[in-house]
């Protein structure tokens, strides 16, 4: 039974750093998909950054690239979300999923929250002064 459990979220001030955490169990991490995602109340799920995805491996949104990095341990078998230069509109609920590994031209289809059938609980990300 796959099953994803987000942890390391809270509240930072801009400008600061936190580590998120995604413990994955069920599944083998190098035949899967990892991405994240962040959803604030009102506003559709956005993908933020993906590992194991196309030829890159690794992918970010715009928004978020230079400032998050995604890496994962496979003997953990864990994913994390390093986010430094945290910014106010970094606040979200931020999930993690996961599907099976599928090969996209564009890297940028790995980031649609509609494709992935297997999340998270999410875990709050605050970031205010």
């Known amino acids: 039974q796959v099953q994803l459990v987000e942890s390391g979220g809270g509240l930072v001030q801009p400008g600061g750093s936190l580590r998120l955490s995604c413990a994955a169990s069920g599944f083998t991490l190098d035949y899967h998909v990892i991405t994240w995602f962040r959803q604030v109340p009102g506003k559709e799920r956005e993908g933020v950054s993906c590992?194991?995805?196309?030829?890159?491996?690794?992918y970010y949104r715009d928004s978020v690239k230079g400032r998050f990095t995604i890496s994962k341990d496979n003997v953990k078998s864990a994913v994390y979300l390093q986010m430094n230069s945290l910014k106010p509109e970094d606040t979200a609920i931020y999930y993690c999923a996961t599907m099976r590994k599928v090969m996209y031209r564009d890297p940028i289809h790995y980031l649609n929250w509609k494709l992935y059938r297997n999340w998270g609980q999410g875990t709050q990300v605050t970031v205010s002064s």
């Open positions: 590992i194991n995805c196309g030829g890159g491996d690794t």
